[in-house]
């Protein structure tokens, strides 16, 4: 079992930045591929960047170029650092774990139906 626990959402001005964390519990975050998504009211819950252990990253386009995922194993914690941020960022952004093998290629995940455990979401409000 994994539990995560989003913080660092608020309200941002268009044009400004913004870094979420996920701290999670558990001896084995290492062991676990990792995910941040986003939902806006009346839409569905979309991928907004994925980070494999091996350190292999997704971005989806809305982000692309906007967005950096990290991971500190060491501290058990995901990042996602947002900048440039638009009012069509608004949402409440989740992150995600699934468990995931040594191997696998590219070892990240995007779909939502992939993931296991969930955090309880932070809102960010981007105001034009």
């Known amino acids: 079992q994994v539990q995560l626990v989003e913080s660092g959402g608020g309200l941002v001005q268009a044009g400004g930045s913004l870094r979420l964390s996920c701290a999670a519990s558990?001896?084995?975050?290492?062991?676990?591929?990792l995910g941040w998504f986003r939902q806006a009211p009346g839409k569905e819950r979309d991928i907004v960047a994925a980070?494999?252990?091996?350190?292999?990253?997704y971005y989806g386009d809305s982000v692309k170029g906007r967005a950096t995922i990290s991971r500190d194993n060491a501290k058990n914690t995901v990042y996602l650092q947002m900048n440039s941020l638009k009012p069509e960022d608004t949402a409440v952004y989740y992150c995600?774990?699934?468990?995931?093998?040594?191997?696998?290629?590219?070892?990240?995940?995007?779909?939502?139906?992939?993931?296991?455990?969930w955090g309880q979401g932070t809102q960010v409000t981007v105001s034009s």
């Open positions: 980070i494999g252990r091996n350190g292999n990253t």
């Open positions: 558990g001896r084995t975050f290492g062991s676990y591929a």
């Open positions: 995600a774990a699934v468990r995931s093998g040594p191997f696998n290629s590219p070892g990240y995940y995007v779909g939502v139906e992939e993931y296991d455990y």
